[in-house]
T-cell receptor
Framework: GEDVEQSLFLSVREGDSSVINCTYTDSSSTYLYWYKQEPGAGLQLLTYIFSNMDMKQDQRLTVLLNKKDKHLSLRIADTQTGDSAIYFC????????????FGSGTQLTVLP | DAGITQSPRHKVTETGTPVTLRCHQTENHRYMYWYRQDPGHGLRLIHYSYGVKDTDKGEVSDGYSVSRSKTEDFLLTLESATSSQTSVYFCAGGGGSGGGASSYNEQFFGPGTRLTVL
């Protein structure tokens, strides 16, 4: 079945890099996503990667995908206090309605 | 995404009462989704729609029903609310707006509805 797993908490110092990890089980995933949720808000799409790619970079964000190990990571360079939030990874399959399966989220705390 | 709104934003109700949550979108998304968010579970799909009057069940559909009579609106009904349905409910939309494969696979979320069942 589908299962997406993430560690629950991560703390980093301001200015350091953050790496949030995710594992998934469905090898038929087509797209993998990273969403950010700030307190009291909905989810905001940060970035995504297609399953035939190994890496995607978008400003301070770098996504790495290891299909063999079914491992996805999000690296945030020069982490700022405004990056404190919950980060969700999600996978979708090429189905009729593009349903997403989410991980439980990683709470990132950025310390001054 | 300002194109998806939810109402009400907060609701407190009693066990056994019916509750309807509304999702409204202005982006012409073809697909719409209802999720619930609970601590330790992330977001779990309740129901989704792939067109007007076309809906299907998600992972946690028991006790919920949906309706989509027009593209813009997707309603979630708790037929007889229970305390286990206390949660934050998110609506999302995707597909059909913008162009290209990436927008077709993206989901855009509403701000959420916090529901408390006493």
């Amino acid at each position: 079945g589908e299962d997406v797993e993430q560690s629950l908490f991560l703390s980093v110092r301001e200015g350091d890099s953050s790496v949030i990890n995710c594992t998934y089980t469905d090898s038929s995933s087509t797209y993998l996503y990273w969403y950010k949720q700030e307190p009291g808000a909905g989810l905001q799409l940060l970035t995504y990667i297609f399953s035939n790619m190994d890496m995607k970079q978008d400003q301070r964000l770098t996504v790495l995908l290891n299909k063999k190990d079914k491992h996805l990571s999000l690296r945030i360079a020069d982490t700022q206090t405004g990056d404190s939030a919950i980060y969700f990874c999600a996978e979708s399959m090429s189905g009729s309605a593009r349903q997403l399966t989410f991980g439980s989220g990683t709470q990132l705390t950025v310390l001054p | 995404d300002a194109g998806i709104t939810q109402s009400p934003r907060h609701k407190v109700t009693e066990t056994g009462t019916p509750v309807t949550l509304r999702c409204h979108q202005t982006e012409n998304h073809r697909y719409m989704y209802w999720y619930r968010q609970d601590p330790g579970h992330g977001l779990r799909l309740i129901h989704y729609s792939y067109g007007v009057k076309d809906t299907d069940k998600g992972e946690v559909s028991d006790g919920y029903s949906v309706s989509r009579s027009k593209t813009e609106d997707f309603l979630l009904t708790l037929e007889s609310a229970t305390s286990s349905q206390t949660s934050v409910y998110f609506c999302a939309g995707g597909g059909g707006s913008g162009g290209g494969a990436s927008s077709y696979n993206e989901q855009f979320f509403g701000p959420g509805t916090r529901l408390t069942v006493l």
